[in-house]
């Protein structure tokens, strides 16, 4: 299946984008944010959880690596940004195994500092930016599932 691709000029735009997402959320419940740094990712997940209506204002946890939140049916979201991870111990640090295997939403940031021991499974948004300033936003499902 190819991706499916927005072009998002401001962010009023993500709600279009994150309301695309949100029904894949059910069969794809970690979520991984690819993209240069200020290219949109933590506004696009503060935008899904907006609309999940998570009760905590959503902050980028670059320097937590984990911020915690719950959406007003009580569901768990846990929001990673493995930014400034150096080392793979970190993130086994975390005890990520727990989150990413519980079935409860995962969102994370900068995957690429984790890729091997992330699941193949997961969701994956790409964010490009262009010259004019513009978003491409490609949701793309894992190929794994596509062949079943």
């Known amino acids: 299946m190819p991706a499916k691709t927005f072009v998002v000029q401001h962010a009023d735009e993500l709600s279009r984008v994150a309301q695309e997402l949100i029904p894949l959320l ?4 970690v979520v ?11 506004a696009l997940i503060k935008e899904i959880c907006r609309l999940l209506m998570v009760k905590e204002t959503v902050t980028s946890p670059t320097f937590t690596l984990l911020n915690e939140y719950e959406t007003s049916t009580g569901r ?3 929001h990673f940004d493995f930014y400034r991870i150096t080392r793979p111990e970190e993130i086994y ?8 295997f519980s079935g409860n939403l995962c969102f994370i940031e900068w995957p690429e500092m984790a890729e091997n021991i992330l699941l193949p499974d997961a969701l994956r948004v790409n964010i490009e930016t262009d010259n004019h300033k513009r978003r491409h936003i490609s949701i ?3 190929e794994s599932t596509l062949l079943s």
Not at 32 to 42: H, W
């Open 140 to 142: 793309v499902e894992p």
């Open 93 to 100: 640090d975390l005890g990520y195994e727990e989150y990413l």
């Open 26 to 29: 059910h069969r794809y419940p």
């Open 76 to 78: 768990p979201v846990y």
């Open 32 to 42: 991984t944010f690819s993209g240069k740094l200020g290219s949109g990712k933590t």
